[in-house]
């Protein structure tokens, strides 16, 4: 029973993730866990990004991948990566979790993570390696933002603000918001091509 | 649309992919979006600078027991869905009503084609007497003796069954199975008997092991089927 546990597990490995969705779709618990595998910490990095909490990040994440092992026939790769949709995912659960808590307020700078960044982690693999590499570069790309728009794109994405609250937040006319964000992401968009090109 | 009036849905993009408008803004915007080419296009320009946002956060490592929480409720869930397809396909196989409860006596049965036995005799009752079939299926001795419109179904060298469980009998008739009301347990020597009262048009005999007490639904592959006709 193991041995054919094994095998299963070693071929979900060899597939990519959007081959890995119609086998979750149909139940397989060994392609679940390697969808688990790749993106597991990453999600579980953004929820308590979000929350801010060990062990209510450890909550979303729950809840957000048992949401994907439910519906995983539902997810359409025509809209995107499955990484990017289980990041969404993940998202909207640590949102939900954070609205639930009313009064509770999102972190607003990176200095945390800075410290964090000297703590050693394991590097499973190699494109796990080069998407830590990619996310020091997205930090700097967020952190060379202006901080009057790295901090709306802040509020509205990890503290689920509305454009109208974080206006009231900061004192701001709701036009100037929707402006920085829009500008905020059209610069962290240069970047991004920038390092590709 | 003038590109002055295109400009404050163009402003409107970056809140709207951050999820930061208002709920009646951004069903209007959904609305507008699709059928706007050119905010299609920007949104698909904008995109990955929104997917890079969770990239961005520093990795922290979930604790194992995320992992092994997580995985027990997936082969949890794994398992439960199977035994429920199960169940479905042997439903597919009984009319619903068979599989209600039948006074605490479960049966079970299944039709297994490809079942192997050989016919060791036959007496088919040509001269009014019983008709009486004796076969080897699995390793089981099964002796069937109809007499009118009843038969008793005889085993021998039944495997023991453990405390807990019994042997149910079924019989297939006309395509519909029933329950025949007995429990079997074998004795020391493997066998056991049991009467079935209407033996009119029954096709296949099966017996299958079952918790003590009876199931009110199969829960395993016949040990014994047996076609009769």
Not at chain 1, 87 to 108: C, T, Y
Request: hydrophobic share 40%.
């Amino acid at each position: 029973m193991i041995g054919a546990m094994a095998v299963k597990r070693q071929r979900a490995e060899r597939l990519a993730d959007e081959e890995l969705m119609p086998l979750v779709g149909g139940k397989d618990p060994e392609a679940f866990e390697v969808l688990y595998d790749r993106h597991g910490g990453v999600a579980y990095s953004l929820a308590y990004r979000i929350v801010g909490d060990r062990t209510a990040a450890e909550e979303v994440t729950q809840e957000a991948f048992i949401s994907v092992w439910r519906s995983g026939a539902r997810f359409d790769a025509a809209r995107g990566s499955v990484r990017s949709w289980l990041l969404s995912i993940v998202r909207n659960r640590a949102i939900d979790f954070l609205r639930s808590k009313a009064g509770k307020a999102p972190k607003l700078d990176f200095d945390d993570d800075s410290a964090l960044e000297q703590r050693p982690a394991r590097e499973r693999t190699e494109e796990e390696a080069l998407r830590r590499e990619t996310a020091a570069e997205l930090r700097g790309a967020l952190g060379k933002l202006p901080g009057e728009q790295s901090k709306v794109i802040e509020l509205a994405y990890f503290g689920g603000f509305s454009h109208s609250e974080i206006a009231r937040i900061l004192g701001l006319p709701m036009g100037t918001v929707k402006g920085r964000m829009r500008l905020g992401l059209e610069k962290i968009r240069g970047e991004l091509a920038e390092g590709l090109a | 649309m003038s590109g002055a009036d295109h400009n404050s849905w163009s402003e409107d993009l970056g809140a709207y992919m951050l999820g930061a408008l208002e709920p009646g803004e951004a069903e209007t915007f959904t609305r507008h979006l699709e059928g706007c080419e050119r905010c299609q296009a920007e949104l698909r320009w904008l995109q990955p600078a929104l997917h890079s946002l969770p990239e961005s956060v520093e990795r922290r490592e979930p604790p194992p027991r995320l992992r092994e929480s997580l995985m027990a409720e997936v082969r949890g869930e794994a398992e439960r869905a199977a035994g429920a397809e199960r169940v479905k396909h042997r439903r597919t196989l009984f009319p619903a009503w068979l599989l209600k409860p039948a006074a605490g006596l479960a049966v079970v049965a299944l039709l297994v084609a490809g079942v192997i036995g050989y016919e060791v005799g036959k007496d088919d009752g040509s001269d009014g007497g019983p008709t009486t079939i004796e076969r080897q299926v699995d390793g089981i001795g099964v002796k069937m003796v109809q007499e009118g419109s009843g038969g008793t179904l005889q085993l021998s060298n039944l495997p023991q069954v453990p405390a807990d469980k019994v042997l149910e009998a079924w019989v297939e008739r006309e395509g519909e199975v029933e329950a025949v009301p007995a429990l079997l347990v074998p004795d020391r020597d493997g066998h056991a008997e049991t009467t079935i009262a209407d033996m009119s048009g029954v096709d296949v005999v099966m017996v299958t092991e079952e918790p003590r007490g009876g199931s009110e639904a199969p829960t395993g592959e016949p040990i014994m089927s047996m076609t009769v006709q």
